[in-house]
């Protein structure tokens, strides 16, 4: 019978065996991280101040990130192109890495993009770009993106602030660099949460795409100077022959086909099209806002989808241009996305995560401007103690956003930005316009809260795609669809106001209801057109 203390002595071996071998592991896990650490300074060291290039070792990285307290690996990958190819274990890991790549190549872009939308480029470009702001904040972006984040379902917002996790990585590991690089400030690059996200978006976007009010005073004056209805009405058209959905005819394009005849309706011809003195206010702010004003420039985007009955695969295909300003760097990110349920390629704006535009596993779509008519102008009538008269007829307080816009080198400016019932009032941008004039546009709506694109990102049908869009509400766009399965589709999206009595109307109560009228705009339209073909 064996003693009592040799089982103990044996219990005692093993469990320093397994002591032994767990401090060895931990030993080898440390390692392997200390060489990747390694690894990736040196990287960081051979690509400072490196320029991108698909030679240079900085567009290739293999990531590693200390986040939350958890170690986090993620797949970076480029093409001969340049184009980041980013493989992640999980969503918010795959939107947080989307942040910091895009941050490696287009920080400064995306802090300008940032503070445009925002009115906070006085703070770093001095007091030259204190009217510029001014505009930004009276048109209320910032305030609007916020409004859009806080009504977000949580998981959108979850993705929103991975990708602001992903930036602000970027610019804690190089801040020293950004003091260095900056001789006369102390101003570091920030993307302090996902609503700054929306405001490059929407500022971007909508003020790009949807803003056009101007042309409204512009046909006030037309109006004022013809006093005569139906001659208006001949210099601004409302439809044409092209007022149809396509028919899809099918066309021998083997063969030659005469030039199909002009029309003397077309609103596109040269010698239809209004040329109006701009007023000068807008002069200023089309100036201020860096809005070229040439008589002969057209902006225009165009794209093409075809079914697959015409093509030489049998499949689907889709093209789209987005002819947006030409500008350096691109406002496009070019960037392959994949995760777990998560995969799309094609282009996003700087500072917004996910696909705008371009194709996953199962369908591709494109963009190009509707220009929908979303804006409406309403002169107020004001009390001169700080209150509007309603549409009841009632008088209420107008709601004051106090804005303070930080100038460098200068003293802060204060921006009272006053709002009634419609939107803010536009005095501030003014020197001449001298009425109270309050701007309603879809995009204040505190109802509309959406920006489906992470649910188009991740459709895998045209029953998916529709049901993405169908909740979009700003900015209006021209969509094309095309799946793997042999459909194609185009909708045009966005909330257009529906106005009972028309343009007339809306232009009639701008120039005298003064606040006394009951003229509103209560419900929207969204079209949509959708062929499939097999």
């Known amino acids: 019978m064996p003693y009592p203390e040799s089982s103990t002595t044996d219990k005692s071996s093993a469990s320093l065996v397994r002591s032994r071998a767990r401090r060895w592991l931990r030993i080898l896990q440390w390692s392997a991280v200390s060489l990747l650490l390694f690894y990736s300074w040196q990287v960081e060291q051979a690509c400072s101040g490196c320029a991108p290039s698909p030679r240079h070792p900085c ?86 993106a916020q409004r859009i984040y806080a ?37 570091v690059p920030s993307h302090g949460s996902g609503a700054d996200s929306l405001s490059i978006g929407v500022a971007m976007m909508a003020q790009t795409l949807d803003d056009h009010w101007d042309a409204k005073l512009a046909r006030e004056q037309i109006a004022a100077r013809l006093h005569n209805s139906k001659l208006e009405a001949d210099l601004y058209p409302v439809g044409s022959w092209r007022d149809h959905p396509p028919t899809g005819l099918v066309v021998d394009l083997t063969q030659p086909h005469p030039i199909p005849p002009s029309h003397d309706d077309d609103e596109d011809d040269d010698r239809t099209q209004t040329r109006v003195t701009p007023h000068e206010d807008m002069r200023m702010l089309h100036t201020l806002l860096r809005e070229t004003a040439c008589a002969d420039c057209v902006p225009g985007s165009n794209q093409w989808v075809i079914a697959g009955r015409y093509t030489a695969s049998g499949k689907p295909l889709l093209s789209n241009d987005m002819h ?39 369908l591709a779509w494109g963009y190009t ?13 004001l009390d001169g103690k700080g209150n509007y008269k309603a549409i009841d007829g009632s008088w209420k307080p107008l709601s004051v956003d106090h804005e303070t816009i930080y100038v460098r080198g200068a003293k802060d400016v204060i921006v009272n930005v006053q709002s009634t019932a419609h939107g803010p009032l536009l005095n501030p941008l003014f020197t001449k316009e001298t009425r109270p004039m309050a701007l309603k546009w879809t995009l204040y709506d505190a109802t509309l809260n959406t920006l489906p694109i992470f649910q188009l990102d991740t459709a895998a049908s045209c029953a998916e795609a529709t049901a993405a869009l169908s909740t979009w509400s700003s900015p209006t766009l021209n969509v094309i669809y095309a799946d793997d399965q042999g459909h194609i589709a185009y909708h045009a999206v966005g909330r257009v106001p529906l106005r009972p009595s028309g343009f007339q109307e809306c232009l009639s109560r701008m120039r005298r209801m003064s606040g006394r009228g009951t003229f509103r705009l209560r419900a929207y339209r969204m079209h949509s057109i959708r062929r499939q073909d097999f």
């Not at 986090?72 to 790549?101: C, K, N, W």
């Not at 220009?371 to 409406?376: C, E, G, R, S």
């Open 151 to 187: 009504n977000l379902a949580g998981a959108d917002r979850t993705r929103l602030d991975a990708y602001a996790r992903g930036v602000n990585q970027f610019i804690v590991q190089h801040r020293m660099r950004f003091l260095r690089n900056s001789c006369c400030s102390t101003i």
């Open 369 to 381: 401007a509707l220009y929908a008519d979303v804006q409406d102008l309403y002169v107020e009538k």
């Open 59 to 144: 567009r290739f990285l293999m990531g590693i990130f200390i986040w939350l307290g958890f170690l986090r690996l993620l797949s970076f990958g480029a093409m001969r192109h340049g184009v980041p190819h980013i493989d992640a274990a999980t969503q918010e890991d795959l939107f947080f890495a989307q942040g910091y790549v895009t941050a490696q190549d287009r920080l400064w872009q995306m802090d300008v993009l940032r503070r445009n939308a925002n009115g906070d480029l006085a703070e770093v470009m001095g007091r030259s770009l204190v009217r510029h702001d001014t505009v930004q904040r009276v048109f209320q972006f910032r305030n609007t």
């Open 324 to 362: 947006l300003a030409l500008t350096v760097p691109n406002i496009w990110y070019m960037a392959d996305l994949r995760a777990p349920g998560f995969h799309a390629a094609g282009v996003a704006l700087a500072g917004v995560p996910f696909v705008a535009a371009g194709h996953n596993d199962h």
